[in-house]
């Protein structure tokens, strides 16, 4: 039997209620990646709210990932441990339409090769954020909602806006920042 961690449990729920989701969430992550979606690889407890999709692609995941409702993967992406993905989230290509060869349209073009997005343990993106193929979100890494993230993000930052860019730290100093990543690198 999996254990149930009751931490993360919203204010107001019951220890029952919580407890009847959190199965309830364990039978649709098995109807989704062994019926719906069987490409997708994933390695521990995933959290997938309705209207999600995975496109056939390379995808893997890892423990204890929340994929919000009405997410969209749609390019090759790899996902860590400890991470929270909010509703409306767009992992993207880049180079779906070549547009660049003159006497050429774009229907015809075809489509150009694009590298996985890599989203790191303990990342927490928000809602209707977009992230374009080629990037990779560092650990400890938090996107603000709305957010297009065209570039690599470095860890434990805050990073928002069109396109995005770094707003702040996450820890307050150095000392700090490490501190959580040894304790991520430790619990990997």
Not at 21 to 32: A, M
Request: with cysteine; hydrophobic share 40%; glycine share 10%.
């Amino acid at each position: 039997m999996i254990k149930i961690e009751y931490n993360n449990m919203p204010q107001g729920s019951s220890k029952f209620k919580f407890a009847l989701r959190f199965y309830f969430n364990i039978l649709r992550t098995w109807y989704c990646f062994n019926i719906k979606y069987p490409w997708v690889e994933y390695s521990g407890f995933v959290r997938v709210m309705g209207k999600t999709h995975f496109v056939k692609r390379d995808i893997k995941i890892g423990n204890n990932v929340q994929f919000g409702r009405g997410t969209w993967v749609t390019t090759d992406a790899h996902f860590g441990n400890n991470i929270l993905i909010a509703g409306k989230v767009n992992f993207v290509g880049k180079n779906d339409h070549i547009f660049n060869i003159p006497g050429v349209t774009m229907w015809h073009a075809g489509r150009g090769v694009d590298k996985p997005i890599i989203v790191n343990d303990d990342v927490w993106i928000g809602t209707s954020a977009i992230i374009v193929a080629g990037v990779t979100i560092g650990k400890g890494a938090i996107i603000a909602a709305g957010s297009v993230v065209n570039k690599n993000v470095p860890e434990c930052e805050i990073w928002g806006g069109v396109p995005a860019k770094k707003i702040k730290d996450r820890f307050e100093n150095e000392d700090l920042r490490m501190k959580h990543l040894v304790y991520l690198n430790k619990h990997a």
